[in-house]
């Protein structure tokens, strides 16, 4: 039987990459870890806990009042990340500013998370998950400061996701290539079941809210006519960390488009973007908002949104190619 190897275990053989790592990282990435093994424990027995919910806080069956699973994830992370000690600031996707943490101003590292991504799917069982993104901060030691977390996304340290499936996933980079890990419940420990992720570079799966195709700009319908006539297999999960993990190990593409409603797209450029891009690069895939790069986007505000097109090459090439010729007639 092969020797199994633990998520901390990886962690700490990775270190040596980087040869004048302190364990920071380390320690930080260990954290995420063990916060989204929390997450994982609670989305699992959301149904039975009762605790799944459409807003604020309610009661479960036994009249306690419990926070909704979005909103236990974000504190879950929060103080996870407050504990660590390898971090000085934090902002999430479920709160309007970030926040500095007093126990640690001076650490170098901050961290962007989408605690719960889906969350339309959290309560009807569907998979769901948790993004995050870690940035050395640029400003000098003391409170960090706005400018720290809107950094473009090819300076990210390190990026990943959790994936609360059908087993739950932990997928991450330091930028030096993607590997997966799989939670065996039974010990309680991420353990390495996909070393080495690389996205299939001939993809023929596409994934779009197709619903609002008459709200999308004419290259991106003519894509999706194409991806139809060609009879590509057609897949929408609607939670962007299941599609977009569905992408990385099958092929194929992941697409939020702007539309005549949303004209910068729904999805967020530090929280979902920027984290997912630098996996899918790192696993020699591509991600564009149709005409630049998604990590060397400038990012302005925290909650800033950008249509995205992401995963195999080949799919990805050719959506650009309808984006580029329709640009050209503009001309
Ligand atoms: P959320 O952060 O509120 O869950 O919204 C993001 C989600 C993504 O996971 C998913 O790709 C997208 O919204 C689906 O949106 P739509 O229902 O418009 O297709
Ligand atoms: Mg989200």
């Known amino acids: ?24 990282l380390s320690g930080l990435l260990r954290d995420i870890g063990l ?50 000690g390898e971090c000085c600031g934090i902002a999430s996707e479920e709160n309007d500013t970030y926040v500095p943490i007093e126990k640690s ?19 009807v069982n569907v ?3 948790t993004i995050f993104a870690i940035y050395r901060r640029i400003s000098d030691d003391g409170a960090c400061q ?15 996701y959790v994936v ?48 609002a195709y008459h709200k999308f700009d004419a290259p991106i319908r003519e894509f999706i006519d194409e991806c139809m006539d060609k009879e590509c297999t057609f897949r929408y999960v609607g939670s962007m960390v299941a599609d977009v993990h569905r992408t990385l190990i099958k092929g194929g593409i992941f697409m939020y488009p702007a539309t005549t409603t949303a004209p910068k797209g729904k999805l967020r450029l530090l929280y979902e973007c920027n984290p997912l891009s630098f996996i899918v690069e790192q696993a020699s895939g591509r991600s564009t908002n149709g005409t630049q790069r ?25 959506v650009e190619e309808f984006i580029l010729a329709a640009n050209k007639v503009m001309v």
């Open 164 to 211: 609360y499936g059908s087993s739950t996933m932990l997928v991450y980079t330091t930028g030096k290539g993607v590997n997966g890990f799989t939670l065996d419940p039974s010990i309680g420990e991420f353990c390495l079941s996909h070393p080495n992720i690389r996205i299939p570079q001939e993809g023929k799966v596409y994934a779009v809210n197709q619903c």
């Open 294 to 318: 998604i990590l060397e986007l400038e990012a302005t505000e925290l909650h800033q949104r950008t249509p995205i097109f992401m995963g195999s090459p080949n799919m990805v090439n050719r």
């Open 1 to 24: 039987m092969n020797r199994i190897i633990t998520l901390d275990e990886f962690i700490i053989q990775r270190q040596k990459d980087f040869p004048f790592a302190t364990g920071e």
């Open 35 to 84: 916060a989204s093994k929390i997450i994982s424990r609670e989305v699992n027995k959301a149904g039975l806990a009762d605790i799944a919910g459409q807003a604020g806080t309610q009661e479960n069956a036994s009249g306690e009042v419990v926070q909704k699973l979005d909103v236990l994830a974000d504190n879950l992370l929060i103080s996870c990340l407050q504990n660590s």
């Open 127 to 129: 998979s769901i998950g």
């Open 146 to 160: 706005l400018n720290d977390f809107l950094q473009d996304g090819v300076e990210q340290v390190a990026a990943g």
């Open 105 to 123: 101003l001076n650490a170098k590292y901050v961290v962007l998370f989408d605690p719960l991504d889906g969350s339309s799917n959290i309560d």
